[in-house]
């Protein structure tokens, strides 16, 4: 789909290296394709804002194109394209129609034709006989959607991509509930790309002759002006040709430069030798001979000088000064000397004079041939813009031409391989293969996940087998099944309940503790808390003190919790008077009262249970149970009572139950299924390691019934059944 190279209309200026056209990228046309714009430009030539939806008894299915009725929306463009609104049609008959707003609304009878009044303004309905027989006394849903939301729908729908990663092909493709609507749509959306480019190469062909025919009157003018000033500047400088005038001035400037450099010659050498014929006083020396200079004068007098002065020196090898000889030659040699200065003087000064004149007509030659660069660069100047000027006259025109040709001629950017049409005659979606497959991968997978998250974050303890693998080294000696809150002592000396079979379970399991004792002491005191109110301490207190009592035990249960006792509730209906009654409290602040003044008895299904309530609440409970007292009264009923159960305050709230725990054999840690948390029973186990809690043991509340035993596999008592993985109910 991609055009190779640019545009015909960018080639008007291909010459240019500033303005030269560029090939469109595949990706970069993609998404021109799937901009916006374009997808309102299509729902817009289609009037797809519109739908056509018939109502039947079981489904729903858009109308399209082949609508029984037209809509016709008398407010204005901008109004319709943004309004959000429905209504309902129901074709009666060929004259009139019903209307309403709500599908549950009461309907109204308009002929067709009638203006109806709507929140977006009046519109008409008219019947297309074409296609009205077939819906006939159907009810037609109509709604009118904002165009930017259309459009951004059809948007999401299309899917754009290449066929090979470098190939110039793209394909799209829409899944649509009506085919025919999907395939207008694509062919539309292909239209409204390729009309939109075409547009905009018109667009930039018309912009490129406008710019062209506005240069070429401007250049015109330009011609006229460049030739003008090639002319004036010809004539004020008298120039024909530069070049010959150039070449006459070079040659005599070339001669008089070769005097010039003569002259100097002939300067520096009289120059140099005045200076020796100047300096020469004792006429010891000779002169220089034959140096060039082109005064015979000076050449005939440096010669007779230098032979007088020979002559001088072989005299004075035999003779002196005063020798009048050697006086003769030395007045001849002064006489020489005067004439050879002279001579000089005369020379220098015929060079210099020489010289000057040869520098100033030199001057003279090198400006004429200095000036001659000038003139031609600023005639060539003119030239070159007098060219330039012309060739993009010419180059203009061409182009105009072409610009004309390629507005005639503007192609679309791309070109349509295959029209829209169907991929299979099947649906695509939905697919019923993959969405059975679906929904049974899911349907196993879902399952299996929730119980594994469950299981990961699981923190709770639910029976005994999860948690001895906590307490490890430490005993678990029971779990209690789950039980009626309204029930307190639930204990039938001839129940074979699961409940009671659990007691009898912990009864076992905690008299072997108690008599595998040393022999010298009773090792019978046991004390039972938990981690925080409300894990079924007291509950288990007060049935493990009635499970001992049905053997003909003596048992003694003393309630401990001073801060909230809960014994009462269990025995006597919960009466006042017994919560109110001298006990535990009084007996530690009273060191009048003894043992026997707290101890009440209670009867559980004909069994005798000696019990020490808490007694009233003090604002000092802590201080209480630290007198000495405590260990007086355990020591004592220790010996008096075959089992003295001891419900004491929740351990990880008070430090109550520490300051009992010394004076205790046994410590059952009592947990509730589902609710204490598995990071809880490190607590105790710390206590234990450190010797401030003895015997503990532990044992699991209110479990459920599905989890008992190991897995849940497994019952307590008789006549359980455990069903099969498959039975329900």
């Given at each position: 789909?991609?055009?190779?190279?640019?545009?015909?209309?960018?080639?008007?200026?291909?010459?240019?290296?500033?303005?030269?056209?560029?090939?469109?990228?595949?990706?970069?046309?993609?998404?021109?394709?799937?901009?916006?714009s374009?997808?309102?430009?299509?729902?817009?030539?289609?009037?797809?804002?519109?739908?056509?939806?018939?109502?039947?008894?079981?489904?729903?299915?858009?109308?399209?194109?082949?609508?029984?009725?037209?809509?016709?929306?008398?407010a204005?463009?901008?109004?319709?394209?943004?309004?959000?609104?429905?209504?309902?049609?129901?074709?009666?008959?060929?004259?009139?129609?019903?209307?309403?707003?709500?599908?549950?609304?009461?309907?109204?009878?308009?002929?067709?034709?009638k203006?109806?009044?709507?929140p977006?303004?009046?519109?008409?309905?008219?019947?297309?006989?074409r296609?009205?027989?077939?819906y006939?006394?159907q009810?037609?849903?109509i709604?009118?959607?904002?165009?930017?939301?259309?459009a951004?729908?059809?948007?999401?729908?299309v899917?754009i991509?290449?066929?090979?990663?470098?190939?110039?092909?793209?394909?799209?493709?829409?899944?649509h509930p009506?085919?025919?609507?999907?395939?207008?749509?694509?062919n539309?959306?292909?239209?409204?790309?390729?009309?939109?480019?075409?547009?905009?190469?018109k667009?930039?062909?018309?912009?490129?002759?406008?710019?062209?025919?506005?240069?070429?009157?401007?250049?015109?003018?330009?011609?006229?002006?460049?030739?003008?000033?090639?002319?004036?500047?010809?004539?004020?400088?008298?120039?024909?040709?530069?070049?010959?005038?150039?070449?006459?001035?070079?040659?005599?400037?070339?001669?008089?430069q070769?005097?010039?450099?003569?002259?100097?010659?002939?300067?520096?050498?009289?120059?140099?030798?005045?200076?020796?014929?100047?300096?020469?006083?004792?006429?010891?020396?000779?002169?220089?001979?034959?140096?060039?200079?082109?005064?015979?004068?000076?050449?005939?007098?440096?010669?007779?000088?230098?032979?007088l002065?020979?002559?001088?020196?072989?005299?004075l090898?035999?003779?002196?000064?005063?020798?009048?000889?050697?006086?003769?030659?030395?007045?001849?040699?002064?006489?020489?000397?005067?004439?050879?200065?002279?001579s000089?003087?005369?020379?220098?000064?015929?060079?210099?004079?020489q010289?000057?004149?040869?520098?100033?007509?030199?001057?003279?030659?090198?400006?004429?041939?200095?000036?001659?660069?000038?003139?031609?660069?600023?005639?060539?100047?003119?030239?070159r813009?007098?060219?330039?000027t012309?060739?993009?006259?010419?180059?203009?025109?061409?182009?105009?031409?072409?610009?004309?040709?390629?507005?005639?001629?503007?192609?679309?950017k791309?070109?349509?391989?295959?029209?829209?049409?169907?991929?299979?005659?099947?649906?695509?979606?939905?697919?019923?293969?993959k969405?059975?497959?679906?929904?049974?991968?899911l349907?196993?997978?879902?399952?299996?996940?929730?119980?594994?998250?469950?299981?990961?974050?699981?923190?709770?303890i639910?029976?005994?087998?999860s948690?001895?693998?906590?307490?490890?080294?430490?005993?678990?000696l029971?779990e209690?099944?789950?039980?009626?809150?309204?029930k307190?002592?639930?204990?039938?000396?001839?129940?074979?309940s699961?409940?009671?079979?659990?007691l009898?379970?912990?009864?076992t399991n905690?008299?072997?503790?108690?008599?595998?004792?040393?022999?010298?002491?009773?090792n019978?005191?046991?004390?039972?808390?938990?981690?925080?109110?409300?894990?079924?301490?007291?509950?288990?207190s007060?049935?493990?003190?009635?499970?001992?009592?049905?053997t003909?035990?003596?048992?003694?249960?003393?309630?401990?919790?001073?801060?909230?006792p809960?014994?009462?509730?269990?025995?006597?209906?919960?009466?006042k008077?017994?919560?109110?009654?001298?006990?535990?409290?009084?007996?530690?602040?009273?060191?009048?009262?003894?043992?026997?003044?707290?101890?009440?008895?209670a009867?559980?299904n004909d069994?005798?249970?000696?019990?020490?309530?808490?007694?009233?609440?003090?604002?000092?409970?802590?201080?209480?149970?630290?007198?000495e007292?405590?260990e007086?009264?355990l020591?004592?009923?220790?010996?008096?009572?075959?089992?003295?159960?001891?419900?004491?305050?929740?351990?990880?709230?008070?430090?109550?139950?520490?300051?009992?725990t010394?004076?205790?054999?046994?410590?059952?840690?009592?947990?509730?299924?589902?609710?204490?948390?598995?990071?809880?029973?490190?607590?105790?186990?710390?206590?234990?390691?450190?010797?401030?809690?003895?015997?503990?043991?532990?044992i699991?509340?209110?479990v459920?019934?599905?989890?008992?035993?190991?897995?849940?596999?497994?019952?307590?008592?008789?006549?359980?059944?455990?069903?099969?993985?498959?039975?329900?109910?």
């Amino acid at each position: 789909m991609e055009e190779k190279g640019a545009s015909p209309e960018m080639t008007v200026f291909k010459d240019l290296s500033f303005f030269s056209g560029k090939s469109n990228d595949v990706l970069d046309e993609i998404e021109i394709i799937n901009s916006r714009s374009n997808f309102i430009q299509v729902v817009r030539r289609l009037g797809t804002n519109v739908v056509y939806t018939a109502i039947g008894d079981i489904k729903k299915s858009e109308v399209y194109k082949e609508t029984p009725i037209k809509v016709n929306f008398l407010a204005a463009d901008s109004l319709i394209y943004q309004s959000k609104f429905s209504f309902f049609v129901k074709l009666d008959s060929k004259n009139s129609f019903s209307y309403r707003v709500e599908e549950s609304d009461a309907p109204v009878v308009f002929p067709y034709g009638k203006n109806i009044e709507t929140p977006i303004g009046d519109i008409i309905i008219t019947p297309d006989d074409r296609y009205f027989n077939a819906y006939q006394g159907q009810l037609l849903k109509i709604s009118l959607n904002p165009l930017e939301k259309v459009a951004q729908g059809y948007k999401n729908l299309v899917k754009i991509s290449n066929i090979e990663e470098y190939s110039k092909i793209v394909n799209l493709a829409m899944t649509h509930p009506v085919p025919q609507k999907a395939r207008d749509i694509l062919n539309e959306l292909v239209d409204v790309y390729n009309q939109n480019a075409v547009n905009d190469k018109k667009e930039i062909a018309d912009r490129t002759f406008s710019f062209i025919n506005e240069r070429i009157n401007s250049i015109s003018s330009n011609l006229s002006q460049v030739d003008q000033s090639a002319q004036e500047f010809k004539t004020s400088r008298g120039l024909a040709d530069i070049g010959s005038q150039a070449n006459i001035n070079l040659n005599i400037g070339a001669e008089n430069q070769q005097l010039l450099e003569n002259a100097r010659t002939q300067l520096n050498m009289a120059s140099s030798m005045k200076g020796i014929v100047d300096g020469a006083e004792d006429f010891s020396q000779t002169l220089p001979a034959n140096i060039g200079l082109s005064d015979p004068s000076v050449t005939n007098a440096t010669a007779k000088y230098n032979q007088l002065v020979q002559e001088r020196k072989r005299l004075l090898k035999s003779s002196n000064e005063k020798n009048p000889m050697i006086v003769n030659i030395d007045d001849q040699l002064k006489g020489i000397k005067n004439s050879l200065q002279s001579s000089l003087n005369n020379t220098v000064g015929n060079l210099t004079l020489q010289v000057n004149n040869l520098s100033t007509q030199q001057s003279r030659i090198n400006s004429k041939i200095y000036s001659a660069p000038k003139n031609e660069r600023a005639l060539r100047d003119i030239t070159r813009k007098q060219e330039t000027t012309e060739a993009l006259y010419l180059f203009l025109l061409q182009r105009r031409e072409e610009s004309q040709v390629a507005l005639a001629s503007a192609a679309p950017k791309s070109r349509v391989i295959d029209r829209a049409h169907l991929a299979d005659d099947a649906p695509v979606s939905p697919n019923k293969p993959k969405i059975y497959l679906a929904a049974l991968v899911l349907g196993v997978l879902i399952p299996f996940a929730f119980v594994h998250l469950a299981k990961v974050l699981d923190n709770k303890i639910h029976n005994m087998a999860s948690l001895e693998k906590l307490v490890k080294n430490y005993p678990v000696l029971a779990e209690l099944p789950k039980v009626d809150k309204k029930k307190k002592i639930v204990l039938d000396g001839d129940s074979r309940s699961v409940l009671s079979e659990s007691l009898r379970i912990l009864r076992t399991n905690l008299d072997y503790l108690v008599k595998s004792g040393p022999a010298e002491e009773k090792n019978n005191v046991v004390l039972i808390t938990s981690s925080v109110s409300g894990e079924g301490k007291t509950f288990v207190s007060s049935n493990l003190a009635a499970i001992f009592s049905s053997t003909g035990k003596k048992v003694l249960l003393i309630g401990a919790d001073i801060r909230n006792p809960k014994i009462h509730d269990f025995f006597d209906g919960g009466s006042k008077e017994k919560a109110q009654s001298l006990g535990l409290s009084e007996y530690l602040m009273d060191e009048a009262l003894n043992e026997n003044d707290v101890i009440q008895q209670a009867t559980i299904n004909d069994y005798r249970i000696d019990i020490v309530y808490s007694g009233k609440i003090y604002p000092n409970p802590s201080e209480l149970l630290m007198r000495e007292r405590i260990e007086t009264l355990l020591k004592k009923v220790s010996q008096e009572y075959d089992y003295v159960i001891v419900d004491s305050a929740p351990l990880m709230l008070v430090t109550d139950t520490l300051l009992i725990t010394p004076y205790t054999n046994h410590t059952l840690y009592v947990t509730r299924a589902d609710v204490t948390e598995t990071k809880v029973v490190d607590f105790p186990i710390a206590l234990a390691k450190e010797g401030k809690v003895k015997g503990l043991c532990f044992i699991v509340n209110d479990v459920k019934e599905g989890n008992l035993g190991y897995g849940g596999k497994y019952g307590y008592g008789y006549g359980i059944k455990t069903k099969k993985w498959w039975q329900f109910g």
